[in-house]
């Protein structure tokens, strides 16, 4: 059987991949044809997750066993063929190309052609450019603002949370923290 594949991305809505692989190809296979295909490095570590009908992601297939203890199975790309996990049209994958900012392409199981077979694997097509293959984490997560306190007058009021002035009432009273009985406590 030969399956084709659909791949895009979220990050650039111009990008689509269209890949013709045989189905007792592995998924080492499939994943360096989506990497040649998009210009991307093999070196990054990556994974396939098998996904439902939400992009829920459901099984994992790594590039490498990570050690890890677990009750689940442990599916490698090189040793898992297509037709292992992958037999419905439609069925949904996400290839995390990049590990550190969980950024991957949608897959799509578009078509499955019995009685045909494909030595190697196939970009059929390319449209537009994939996103950039990695990022600089900073460039996603944001920092937040720290008032320079050596120019105290110059510190916004407002960038502080709660109220200008506080009531002493409000604050609980300490010496009753005094009279707890230390010995029940154990730190």
Known sequence: ???????????ADNFKLQIAIDS?????????????SAGYSKEQMDSFYICDDEWNREKEVTCMDMGTDTDEDIW??????????????????????DYMTERFFKVKLKEVIP????????CESKIGNPPVETVDISDIITIPKI????NIEAIDE???YGDQEYNEDEISDFDEMDSLD????KF
């Open 24 to 36: 007792t190809a592995t998924f080492m296979q499939l994943r360096n044809i989506i990497l040649d």
């Open 158 to 160: 407002s960038e502080f």
């Open 76 to 97: 490698i790309m090189d040793d898992t063929q297509l037709d292992e996990l992958l037999e419905d049209e439609g069925q949904r994958l996400k290839f995390v190309f």
């Open 1 to 11: 059987m030969v399956y084709k594949f659909v791949i895009v991305s979220d990050e």
């Open 115 to 122: 009685g045909k077979s494909l030595h190697d694997p196939l």
């Open 147 to 150: 008032p320079d306190a050596s």
């Open 182 to 185: 230390s010995d029940n406590y």
